[in-house]
């Protein structure tokens, strides 16, 4: 981020619907732009783009999203939500985290970085003690971010729409949470 791009990162409330809406939009957008497969997009706006359930999911106790806000307005969010994952692990009180987005052109300019730290702080202190998510096998990218904070795979699983078959990686991390050494 730039000099004059002051970063904040704060819970959602339920006022914050219409922003996690435009930020949701705009990441369908860019997944299709990008190519993204038609049960890609689907499930994408089933899951966040409805108002009605995002509305909702503000306002459950049993999970939580993060907003990063320049001066300008909304550059990401990432929703984490009490969940077990599909693949055994070693865990007591696991979450999920189900979304990470950063508008693209921030992308490697340390607001996904500062989201996901931001998250395992919070996770910690609602007393979770693991953070899973699943990443496209093909995903390099997101790996690599993710290997960064300590995340480790723990198996995969399969998304199947018609003949076409996704394999996704299954990652997780325990808390709590210790930033990198720099």
């Not at 990162?9 to 957008?29: C, K, P, T, Y």
């Not at 399969?158 to 990198?180: F, H, T």
């Amino acid at each position: 981020m730039g000099q004059n791009k002051k970063l904040n990162i704060r819970l959602a409330s339920h006022a914050d619907a219409d922003l996690v809406g435009e930020l949701s939009n705009r990441s369908l957008a860019e997944i299709a732009a990008a190519g993204g497969s038609s049960q890609d997009k689907e499930a994408y706006y089933e899951a966040c783009l409805d108002s009605d359930k995002r509305r909702n999911e503000l306002a459950n106790p049993h999970q939580f999203f993060l907003l990063a806000e320049v001066k300008q307005g909304p550059v990401g969010y990432a929703k984490l939500r009490a969940n077990y994952p599909t693949v055994k692990i070693n865990c007591q009180r696991p979450a999920e985290l189900v979304r990470l987005y950063v508008r693209r052109e921030l992308t490697g300019m340390g607001v996904g970085a500062a989201l996901l730290q931001s998250l395992l702080k919070e996770a910690e202190n609602r007393g979770f003690d693991t953070i899973w998510l699943t990443v496209w096998e093909n995903n390099y990218g997101a790996r690599a971010f993710y290997r960064q904070f300590g995340f480790v795979e723990a198996g995969t699983q399969v998304q199947s729409s018609g003949d076409n078959k996704q394999y996704d990686l299954l990652l997780y991390r325990s808390i709590p949470w210790r930033a990198p050494q720099q």
